[in-house]
């Protein structure tokens, strides 16, 4: 699958997940419950990808050296912002069904 194209038909599309987006492909990558929070899709691996805290507190793409995105109760700390689309870097796109939450 190509970046910008829906998730595939075999993902449950009134799940809230997590496609990642990079040069090895566009896959879910986590999917979300509201009891257990964010766990990773059946057989991916947060090797080379990103993880994502449980409860979503945090956000740190592989090799970077703290977290790109941590939430508080004082608000949201972004560590690296772009001015543009990043269309060569890989990506974390969230879904709830088939929209693409942005």
């Known amino acids: 699958m190509r970046a910008g194209e829906l998730p595939a038909a075999t993902f449950d599309r009134h799940a809230a997940g997590v496609f990642w987006s990079g040069s090895d492909g566009y896959y879910p990558l986590y999917t979300y419950d509201t009891l ?9 691996s947060t090797t080379g990808h990103a993880t994502i805290a449980p409860d979503g507190s945090s956000i740190t793409f592989f090799g970077a050296t703290g977290p790109v995105l941590v939430t508080t109760a004082a608000g949201v700390t972004v560590g690296e912002l772009h001015d543009t689309l990043p269309t060569g870097l890989p990506q974390l796109q969230f879904f709830l069904g088939t929209t693409l939450l942005e």
């Open 36 to 44: 257990s929070g964010f766990l990773l899709a059946d057989g991916e």
